[in-house]
Nanobody, 123 residues
Framework: QVQLVESGGGLVQAGGSLRLSCVVS????????MGWFRRAPGKEREFVAN????????SNGDSAKGRFTISRDNNKNTVYLQMNSLTPEDTAVYYC????????????????WGRGIQVTVSS
């Protein structure tokens, strides 16, 4: 059974940085496309970033471009999201997701999800 556990969230001031981590249990992590999504209060779930299985390709959603960087360490079964220049609009629950259907920004294309972790950015 595949489990995803996020960590690294919390409260940060505007302009600050956080690095989220997601540890994936089970086999075949290196074959998963991994993604980060977020859901802000009262808003729809939003694609943040994704990364190909070997880490040779990444893409960001519009809100993350130029500020967030996704990476992975297949030896540690871990995917990261480095978030810089945070604003209050980044306040949300962030979810890690994994799947094998391909490189996608669509949540439904991911089979495995973490429980999410809160990120709060104060002004």
């Amino acid at each position: 059974q595949v489990q995803l556990v996020e960590s690294g969230g919390g409260l940060v001031q505007a302009g600050g940085s956080l690095r989220l981590s997601c540890v994936v249990s089970g086999r075949d992590f290196s074959s998963y496309y991994m993604g980060w999504f977020r859901r802000a209060p009262g808003k729809e779930r939003e694609f943040v970033a994704n990364i190909a299985p070997r880490g040779f390709g990444t893409s960001n959603g519009d809100s993350a471009k130029g500020r967030f960087t996704i990476s992975r360490d297949n030896n540690k079964n871990t995917v990261y999201l480095q978030m810089n220049s945070l604003t209050p609009e980044d306040t949300a629950v962030y979810y890690c997701a994994g799947g094998t259907r391909g490189w996608s920004s669509v949540a439904e294309d991911y089979d495995h999800w973490g429980r999410g972790i809160q990120v709060t950015v104060s002004s």
